[in-house]
Nanobody
């Protein structure tokens, strides 16, 4: 059984920073992609960023330059450093781990990030 445990969400003022963490446990393929998605109220879930086992990263245009994704393969953990937070970044952030062909695909429980003064 695969489990993804997220931490690090909360309330932050505009312009502030936050770091999300997600630790995966269980049976995990050696080659995988870990990523972060978010879902704002009334909107579809969207990809924020992802990182492969080899360190290749992709980012949504809306977060480039402000968000940084990284991972620790030894700990099966992915991080999302969020800087210069904007009100539109408010959402539930979900961690994901998958294989490239999609046969293996698991989600974390979600972590609320609220941006408000």
């Amino acid at each position: 059984q695969v489990q993804l445990v997220e931490s690090g969400g909360g309330l932050v003022q505009p312009g502030g920073s936050l770091r999300l963490s997600c630790a995966a446990s269980g049976s995990i393929p050696s080659i995988n992609v870990m990523g972060w998605y978010r879902q704002a109220p009334g909107k579809q879930r969207e990809v924020v960023a992802d990182v492969s086992t080899h360190g290749s990263t992709t980012y949504a245009d809306s977060v480039k330059g402000r968000f940084t994704i990284s991972r620790d393969n030894a700990k099966n953990t992915v991080y999302l450093q969020i800087n210069s937070l904007k009100p539109e970044d408010k959402a539930v952030y979900y961690c994901n781990i998958r294989t490239l062909n999609g046969w293996y695909n698991y989600w974390g429980q979600g972590n609320q990030v609220t941006v408000s003064s």
